[in-house]
């Protein structure tokens, strides 16, 4: 199994909702990772973890809260979101130790009223 | 980007022909990776070439790697319509596990 699932495809949410996105891997990857692409547009990273801790936060404002239950599971915790937070938000995995190829989820993408 | 520039931004060529896309980056490196990318989708592992390696082959994908210009071409063979999507480099500036975008070149291959 080399996927990378992520859910939900799609979610709207208003400026004072609360929501998730999940994303789970079962390739044994111990490294996860969290990116934001915006239209036309690269993706950025935001989070890096690392055996289920967090090693890398890219300067991502509070209201993106990430969470890394187990070794298969990525959640990004959403609140008090703005519009301009809107884009598709990319989940990847690949192994640690060595740098090598991201599988990335097909992504959620989001969209703040 | 975080990392570093793609050119051109866009590339429109006819099938059989062949593209050439180029990746120049800021900082030194363990490796460099290509991507692909269809409108919208998730990204697609093509390709990787390390700090030591000059040229890299992979069916109808060439890359090289000068690490002392910082840059890495990107060149597919015989173009297909298929292979319509945007291409990105991506390097992990000397730390594992860190890995930052190019700006991209979106390629149009026309049938």
């Known amino acids: 199994d080399t996927e990378v699932t992520q859910t939900p495809k799609h979610l709207v949410m208003g400026m004072t909702n609360k929501k998730s996105l999940k994303c789970e891997q079962h390739?044994?990857?111990?490294?996860m990772y969290w990116y934001k692409q915006k239209a036309k547009k690269p993706p950025e990273l935001m989070f890096v973890y690392s055996y289920e801790k967090l090693s890398i936060n890219e300067s991502v404002p509070s209201r993106f809260s990430p969470e890394c239950p187990n070794s298969s599971l990525l959640n990004l915790h959403l609140h008090a979101l703005q519009p301009e937070d809107s884009a598709l938000y990319l989940c990847a995995s690949s192994q640690t130790g060595s740098t090598g190829e991201l599988f990335f989820g097909e992504g959620s993408r989001l969209t703040v009223l | 980007s975080q990392q570093g520039e793609e050119d051109p931004q866009a590339l429109s060529i006819q099938e059989g022909e062949n593209a050439t896309m180029n990746c120049s980056y800021k900082?030194?490196?363990?490796?460099l990776q290509w991507y692909r990318q269809n409108s919208g989708r998730g990204l697609v592992h093509l390709i990787l070439i390390r700090s030591n390696e000059r040229e890299k082959h992979s069916g109808r994908l060439r890359v090289t790697l000068d690490t002392s210009k910082k840059s890495s071409s990107l060149l597919i063979t015989a173009s297909r319509a298929a292979d319509t999507a945007s291409y990105f480099c991506?390097?992990?500036?000397?730390?594992?596990?860190?890995?930052?975008f190019g700006s991209g070149t979106k390629l149009n291959v026309k049938p």
């Open positions: 900082t030194s490196i363990n490796n």
């Open positions: 991506a390097t992990d500036g000397n730390n594992f596990n860190k890995f930052y």
């Open positions: 390739m044994g990857h111990r490294a």
